[in-house]
């Protein structure tokens, strides 16, 4: 079997990932369709990704506002990108950090899902496995997001669910960070 159809090749990796939250800003957040569960399910990959220890990246687009208190607070060590593209990897900076972490795997959630999302998923797919968190990604409107996951899809990001991510990446249970982590999807 080839590498690029072996599981391995898809199943995500603790040690080979890392969490992109795209835009969650004080101005966009609240015209957002699902917002609440959008929300909740970024914060949860937060306080999971703490406890596994995965890298952690944040964008802002210029002039809209600072990411919501409810994510900022789960974060109060990162500093988000400023950017004013649409793709994160036009952003010099955010292409160098996410470089720099040496992680060939992105979890990408934030919105909106047909603009920035689609823009750096479909970008990052010629340097990194792409996975975006379905509901974990929103947009104004529930057709673009649906649009948008289609496309991406199409063009080779793995859709995925915020349970997937966690017991993907948790690999199995039993664990002292099962038990950690347990909470989190009850």
Same mark, same amino acid.
């Given at each position: 079997? &080839? #590498?690029?159809? &072996?599981?391995?090749?898809?199943?995500?990796?603790?040690?080979?990932?890392? /969490?992109?939250?795209?835009?969650? @800003?004080?101005?966009?957040?609240? =015209?957002?369709?699902?917002?609440? +569960?959008?929300?909740?399910?970024?914060?949860?990959?937060? !306080? /999971? &990704?703490?406890?596994?220890?995965l890298p952690i990246f944040v964008t802002e687009q210029e002039k809209l506002g600072n990411t919501i208190p409810e994510v900022r607070e789960e974060l109060p060590d990162i500093q988000p990108v400023t950017k004013v593209d649409f793709s994160c990897f036009e952003s010099l900076e955010f292409a160098e950090v996410?470089?720099?972490?040496?992680?060939?795997?992105?979890?990408?959630?934030?919105? %909106? *899902? $047909?603009?920035?999302?689609? @823009? #750096?998923?479909?970008?990052?797919?010629?340097?990194?496995?792409? $996975?975006? =968190?379905?509901?974990?990604?929103?947009? !104004? &409107?529930? $057709?673009? !997001?649906?649009?948008?996951?289609?496309?991406?899809? @199409?063009?080779?990001?793995?859709?995925?669910? #915020?349970?997937?991510?966690?017991? %993907?990446?948790?690999?199995? *249970?039993?664990?002292?960070?099962?038990?950690?982590?347990?909470?989190?999807? +009850?």
């Amino acid at each position: 079997m &080839s #590498t690029l159809h &072996s599981s391995k090749h898809f199943l995500l990796r603790p040690d080979d990932s890392l /969490f992109v939250i795209i835009d969650m @800003q004080e101005k966009l957040v609240p =015209v957002m369709t699902d917002k609440g +569960k959008i929300v909740d399910n970024v914060i949860k990959l937060v !306080r /999971f &990704s703490r406890i596994i220890d995965l890298p952690i990246f944040v964008t802002e687009q210029e002039k809209l506002g600072n990411t919501i208190p409810e994510v900022r607070e789960e974060l109060p060590d990162i500093q988000p990108v400023t950017k004013v593209d649409f793709s994160c990897f036009e952003s010099l900076e955010f292409a160098e950090v996410i470089r720099k972490a040496k992680r060939n795997t992105l979890i990408i959630s934030g919105i %909106e *899902a $047909h603009v920035c999302v689609v @823009q #750096t998923a479909l970008q990052a797919l010629s340097d990194y496995r792409v $996975h975006v =968190v379905s509901d974990a990604v929103s947009s !104004r &409107s529930s $057709h673009n !997001r649906e649009v948008a996951l289609q496309r991406m899809r @199409q063009c080779g990001v793995t859709i995925t669910s #915020t349970e997937m991510v966690i017991f %993907e990446l948790l690999k199995k *249970a039993g664990t002292d960070t099962f038990r950690k982590v347990l909470n989190l999807v +009850k």
